[in-house]
């Protein structure tokens, strides 16, 4: 039997690290054959403030053991 994954998509800004991990917490919560977590994260980086929220949720991520991969 195949495994499953949990998958975010951010389409919102959210710079908070609190509200960051709240948000990714969810898709660890147990469930038996759950096998991925991936967040999909759109940033517009033509918006100066919006890049900012962005480089903060890197760091976020990062303190979350997350690894980013930048899929342009």
Not at 19 to 29: I, N, P
Not at 33 to 43: A, G, P
Not at 49 to 65: D, I, N, P, S, T
Request: charged share 30%.
């Amino acid at each position: 039997m195949l495994g499953t994954s949990r998958t975010l998509v951010l389409g919102m800004p959210v710079s908070w690290r609190g509200t960051l991990q709240q948000y990714v917490g969810h898709l660890h919560r147990e469930h038996g054959k759950k096998t991925d977590v991936r967040i999909v994260d759109f940033v517009d980086m033509g918006q100066r403030a919006l890049l900012r929220m962005w480089e903060k949720r890197q760091r976020g991520y990062k303190a979350m053991g997350y690894r980013i991969a930048d899929l342009k």
